[in-house]
């Protein structure tokens, strides 16, 4: 099966502390992605990579870095975490180009303080 | 640009009922369609997806989904709910060459009653 692992379940983190949530795959597939989830905003894109090395921003990338050395692997960078990024983090890959269904992590979840 | 509506943002069934959770789409082409589900505290799981041919089509733990053209929409239907259906149920509009246009529902939350 499919795997998509977020390293980190529960973070709590310091307001101006440099956080990295951390996301592997197994799919041998190009397409990553980070989205955000908060009560009544849905899930919201955050950054998205199609390649090693390669990024895009999504709808919300304000305050969000990403990193994509190598292919299974696709870091979320907050480089000074601040209270408003208190959210649900889902790291998701696509299974197939264009027609394939999103396979998601299990979801780190990130308290500022 | 696609959108997604869930008209209903929590629904309450009991046990052993039938369940519809409706789904409505905007986009200009071919929609690929897909419904996800999501228990406390965990990611997203697909339960089932549509792109092309049957417009009914079967996912896991019972559930199915019918498209409909004409209506823009894609409801999911369980002939008989489970206490362990109760969750948040989103539904998605998947485009964009690279996946970054997969548009998501605001998600409807089931209660089930014992």
């Known amino acids: 099966d499919v795997k998509v692992t977020q390293s980190s379940r529960y973070l709590v983190k310091r307001t101006g502390e440099k956080v990295f949530l951390e996301c592997v795959q197994d799919m041998d597939h190009e397409n990553m992605f980070w989205y955000r989830q908060d009560p009544g905003l849905g899930l919201r894109l955050i950054y998205f990579s199609y390649d090693v090395k390669m990024k895009e921003k999504g709808d919300i990338p304000e305050g969000y870095s990403v990193s994509r050395e190598k292919k299974e692997r696709f870091s979320l960078i907050l480089e000074s975490a601040s209270t408003n990024q208190t959210s649900m983090y889902l790291c998701?890959?696509?299974?197939?180009?264009?027609?394939?269904?999103?396979?998601f992590g299990e979801g780190s979840r990130l308290t500022v303080l | 640009a696609q959108s997604v509506t869930q008209p209903d943002i929590h629904i309450t069934v009991s046990e052993g009922a039938s369940l519809e959770l409706r789904c409505n789409y905007s986009?200009?082409?071919?929609?690929?369609l897909f419904w996800y589900v999501q228990s406390p505290g965990q990611g997203l799981q697909l339960l089932l997806k549509?792109?092309?041919?049957?417009?009914l089509v079967q996912g896991i733990k019972g559930f199915e989904a019918e498209f409909k053209r004409s209506q823009s929409s894609f409801n999911l239907r369980k002939p008989s709910v489970h206490w362990s259906d109760a969750a948040e149920y989103f539904c998605a509009v998947g485009a964009g060459n690279y996946g970054q246009n997969f548009v998501f529902g605001p998600g409807t939350r089931l209660s089930v009653l014992p």
């Open positions: 549509y792109f092309s041919g049957d417009t």
């Open positions: 998701a890959g696509r299974g197939q180009a264009n027609t394939g269904e999103l396979f």
């Open positions: 986009y200009g082409a071919t929609p690929y």
